[in-house]
């Protein structure tokens, strides 16, 4: 099969799975937000930069759900990126600030980091979907005490709000090893890899929102954190599809992100991670089921590794 063809095929399977009809009945089940950060559009094997985020919306278009897309500056170019926000933003979904360097914050720098993330902002504010949402990169909020409240507080001063993940993954791992696959082999089947990050993305979502349901006592409409990566170009409708059929509702990323639920902060050390592991972490009833980080490759490479992925 050549490679067009095969691109051909894969986002028509795409469309074909987002498009498959909801369940009779309401579903009362967890919330699900999909947030969407970096928007790196370098092109991929299989799928451009912009065929990939034609496929993203297109999957959330046929599911009939707004996203909320956190940008990283370094990654905005002139060519691509105006499109491409410009795309989200009339579509109705919201653009947040992911800062301008995409740094591991580690408490040292709050003024210097506050100024990064100012620098990405002239970036997003030509766009009607843009909203003073912060998402941390790597979802790290300090090691400091005095580091983590001196952020917090400038980006109060500035009149942001932090925007929470609740579910966290390792989909941008299982992505890097799929283009490393594809890009030794153009003709690599890709089904394994889907049903891999199909099994990894439930997984955690499952884990995530028991964690939710013993520390606060009932669920969420919880946010869950992808990346703009090959992945979820191809593989988000099937996702979405999953959810969906397995009793989980699919609700809008500003919904979501206006809960009370995701307006807490925790003091915990270091901070970050999802907003339920924190939590969990704060209550200090939960240590045996808790990972430090919660999610990263050490996790993932054994089993991919055994599955020959």
């Given at each position: 099969?050549?490679?067009?063809?095969?691109?051909?095929?894969?986002?028509?399977?795409?469309?074909?799975?987002?498009?498959?009809?909801?369940?009779?009945?309401?579903?009362?089940?967890?919330?699900?937000?999909i947030?969407?950060?970096?928007f790196?559009?370098?092109?991929?094997?299989?799928?451009?930069?912009?065929?990939?985020?034609?496929?993203?919306?297109?999957?959330?278009?046929?599911?009939?759900?707004?996203?909320?897309?956190?940008?990283?500056?370094?990654?905005?170019?002139?060519?691509?990126?105006?499109?491409?926000?410009?795309?989200?933003?009339?579509?109705?979904?919201?653009l947040?600030?992911?800062?301008?360097?995409?740094?591991?914050?580690?408490?040292?720098?709050?003024?210097?980091?506050?100024?990064d993330?100012?620098?990405?902002?002239?970036?997003?504010?030509?766009?009607?979907?843009?909203?003073?949402?912060?998402?941390?990169?790597?979802?790290?909020?300090?090691?400091?005490?005095?580091?983590?409240?001196?952020?917090?507080?400038?980006?109060?001063?500035?009149?942001?709000?932090?925007?929470?993940?609740?579910?966290?993954?390792?989909?941008?791992?299982?992505?890097a090893?799929?283009?490393?696959?594809?890009?030794?082999?153009?003709?690599?089947?890709?089904?394994?890899?889907?049903q891999?990050?199909?099994?990894?993305?439930?997984d955690?979502?499952?884990?995530?929102?028991?964690?939710?349901?013993?520390?606060?006592?009932?669920?969420?409409?919880?946010?869950i954190?992808?990346?703009?990566?090959?992945?979820?170009?191809l593989?988000?409708?099937?996702?979405?599809?999953?959810?969906?059929?397995?009793?989980?509702?699919?609700?809008?990323?500003?919904a979501?992100?206006?809960?009370?639920?995701?307006?807490?902060?925790?003091?915990?050390?270091?901070?970050?991670?999802?907003?339920?592991?924190?939590?969990?972490?704060?209550?200090?009833?939960?240590?045996?089921?808790?990972?430090?980080?919660?999610?990263?490759?050490?996790?993932?490479?054994?089993?991919?590794?055994?599955?020959?992925?």
């Amino acid at each position: 099969m050549g490679f067009e063809i095969q691109r051909r095929t894969l986002l028509a399977a795409g469309v074909a799975m987002t498009m498959a009809p909801r369940p009779a009945g309401a579903a009362t089940g967890p919330g699900l937000a999909i947030t969407v950060d970096d928007f790196n559009l370098a092109d991929t094997p299989l799928l451009s930069g912009t065929d990939r985020d034609a496929a993203i919306r297109k999957a959330l278009d046929r599911h009939g759900v707004k996203a909320a897309g956190f940008v990283a500056g370094k990654y905005v170019d002139t060519g691509r990126s105006p499109r491409v926000l410009a795309a989200w933003s009339d579509q109705g979904h919201i653009l947040g600030n992911h800062s301008f360097s995409h740094n591991d914050y580690g408490g040292k720098d709050p003024a210097g980091t506050m100024a990064d993330i100012l620098k990405c902002e002239p970036l997003l504010t030509p766009y009607a979907g843009f909203r003073r949402l912060f998402r941390y990169p790597y979802l790290a909020e300090g090691r400091t005490a005095e580091g983590r409240d001196a952020l917090r507080a400038l980006l109060r001063q500035h009149d942001y709000r932090i925007a929470p993940v609740t579910i966290d993954t390792s989909d941008w791992y299982v992505d890097a090893r799929l283009t490393a696959r594809l890009a030794l082999d153009p003709h690599a089947d890709v089904a394994p890899y889907r049903q891999y990050w199909l099994d990894h993305i439930w997984d955690r979502a499952t884990y995530y929102d028991g964690l939710a349901r013993d520390v606060l006592g009932h669920s969420l409409d919880h946010t869950i954190l992808l990346h703009h990566r090959l992945t979820t170009g191809l593989f988000l409708g099937d996702g979405l599809t999953m959810f969906r059929e397995r009793g989980w509702r699919l609700v809008d990323a500003a919904a979501a992100l206006a809960s009370p639920d995701l307006s807490r902060s925790y003091d915990t050390l270091p901070a970050g991670q999802s907003l339920v592991w924190a939590a969990a972490k704060s209550s200090g009833r939960y240590d045996g089921r808790l990972r430090y980080p919660g999610e990263d490759d050490t996790y993932e490479k054994p089993r991919m590794d055994a599955l020959g992925l």
